[in-house]
């Protein structure tokens, strides 16, 4: 066990997307995670990241299956309809399987992610619940081709990224707050009932603070809620667009 992380976590790897995805169809494939990116399926490039990772001792695979991630993860389950449906598939794996206390969700579509990239994440993250932010800054640096949603705060302006650190045993509450801002998401009073209305007018206004909507999400989850903020902007440089397909996903090849 490597000595940096006597706590390993267990990865959960969403990835969905079926042949109705526009990248799939763009790309011909049966799901967004074959999609090929330098020469390998788009999820590879995430379960070869995470088999190099120190902090990750075991990999769920919630997705199709394919001969090229074989040997890249530890359990292979099929996926939900819904992305959602995906989430409690995996994370209710993670619980079956048991033997760590922490789950690393994780998207399938993160070309550029590295191990190195996902040991400081996890390094960082000592909450009960963690998410990384990026700041414009990085992100724009690190990928100038990518066209990203930034959220103005007091702090400056940030991405969110792919992943989401979680204690196991949060995993029942995590999906019934997920449920809730699912089921809120298009409705602004259902929203603020949710938030507030003072922290959503401050989102509005970009004057937003991170600690509090830290301290907002933990009361609402009954557990901690931590922002990572991290100059890593592969945890977010997502593959979502064909367009994204020529050009700059040369470099995927040579992260």
Not at 11 to 32: N, Y
Not at 114 to 139: C, H, K, S
Not at 185 to 194: D, H, Q
Not at 241 to 252: F, I, M, V
Request: proline share 6%; aromatic share 4%.
């Amino acid at each position: 066990m490597h000595s940096s992380f006597p706590n390993k976590v267990t990865a959960v790897v969403l990835a969905g997307g079926g042949p109705d995805d526009p990248l799939a169809q763009a790309a011909g494939v049966s799901a967004k995670a074959l999609v090929p990116v330098a020469g390998r399926p788009l999820a590879a490039h995430v379960l070869t990241a995470l088999r190099d990772s120190d902090a990750v001792a075991r990999t769920i695979l919630v997705g199709p299956e394919s001969p090229a991630f074989e040997g890249l993860s530890d359990v292979t389950i099929q996926g939900g309809r819904l992305f959602s449906d995906s989430v409690a598939l995996g994370l209710g794996a993670a619980l079956a399987l048991g033997g760590h206390s922490r789950i690393l969700l994780c998207t399938a579509d993160l070309p550029w992610l590295t191990g190195a990239a996902i040991d400081r994440f996890v390094a960082a993250g000592g909450a009960d619940l963690n998410y990384p932010v990026i700041p414009a800054e990085a992100a724009m640096a690190a990928f100038p081709e990518q066209k990203r949603t930034f959220v103005k705060l007091r702090q400056g302006r940030f991405t969110g990224g792919n992943l989401a650190l979680l204690n196991a045993r949060i995993v029942p509450d995590v999906l019934l707050l997920a449920d809730r801002f699912f089921r809120a998401r298009k409705n602004p009073l259902a929203l603020s009932a949710l938030f507030g209305i003072e922290t959503v007018l401050a989102l509005l206004r970009g004057r937003a603070d991170i600690t509090r909507l830290e301290e907002r999400l933990s009361a609402l989850l009954g557990a901690s809620v931590q922002a990572v903020i991290t100059p890593d902007a592969s945890l977010g440089a997502d593959l979502d667009r064909p367009d994204q397909l020529t050009g700059a996903l040369a470099s995927a090849s040579g992260k």
